[in-house]
T-cell receptor, first 112, second 117 residues
């Protein structure tokens, strides 16, 4: 079975500060991992995904995430937050048969 | 090009009524997913279509929920005898279903907000 845990339903950072959103997963098969972003009144949009190969994955808008199998983690980072990064972020895992499991989301607030 | 569209954007109904929610996927996407997102939660898988057939409907909560995709494009999620607990945002996503679909990028619609009074 697969599941995702996102630590921190709300994260607040200052503009220009490091963004770190945490995601831990559980999977009985080699996982494929995703981060999606949801802006208000918009659909979820893919930020990045890990399938195979390089464990450090770069996505859009300067975000990246590192797959750490030993820690069962896939944390999302961005070196310098922008006001436009304020949104809700979802981590997801797919483990088989086209079924995807999402975490409960982390709302990122960026303070000026 | 056009993204995934969902209609209506909002639906308010009374307990016990029947509702239909529509999803228009991106043209050429063979895979289509329905999710339900309750307040403060992430999307919860309901059903997955590959073409016209429901390849996995294990996420449907009970037999009041049903979905169809008769021509392999537009899909309709149908909810009978609605209950207040059905209130949520219903999301649709589509993907090209390359390489078996597990690594596909899903493209989400904006969702339909269902409120059952």
């Amino acid at each position: 079975a697969q599941s995702v845990t996102q630590l921190g339903s709300h994260v607040s950072v200052s503009e220009g500060a490091l963004v770190l959103l945490r995601c831990n997963y559980s999977s009985s098969v080699p996982p494929y991992l995703f981060w999606y972003v949801q802006y208000p009144n918009q659909g979820l949009q893919l930020l990045l995904k890990y399938t195979t190969g390089a464990t450090l994955v770069k996505g859009i808008n300067g975000f990246e995430a590192e797959f750490k199998k030993s820690e069962t983690s896939f944390h999302l980072t961005k070196p310098s937050a922008h006001m436009s990064d304020a949104a809700e972020y979802f981590c997801a895992v797919s483990g088989g048969f086209n079924k995807f499991y999402f975490g409960s989301g982390t709302k990122l607030n960026v303070k000026p | 090009g056009a993204g995934v569209s969902q209609t209506p954007s909002n639906k308010v109904t009374e307990k016990g009524k029947y509702v239909e929610l529509r999803c228009d996927p991106i043209s050429g996407h063979t895979a289509l997913y329905w999710y339900r997102q309750s307040l403060g939660q992430g999307p919860e898988f309901l059903i997955y279509f590959q073409g016209t057939g429901a390849a996995d409907d294990s996420g449907l909560p009970n037999d009041r929920f049903f979905a169809v995709r008769p021509e392999g494009s537009v899909s309709t999620l149908k909810i009978q005898r609605t209950e207040r607990g059905d209130s949520a945002v219903y999301l649709c996503a589509s993907s090209k279903n390359l390489a078996g679909g597990l690594t596909d990028t899903q493209y989400f619609g904006p969702g339909t907000r269902l409120t059952v009074l």
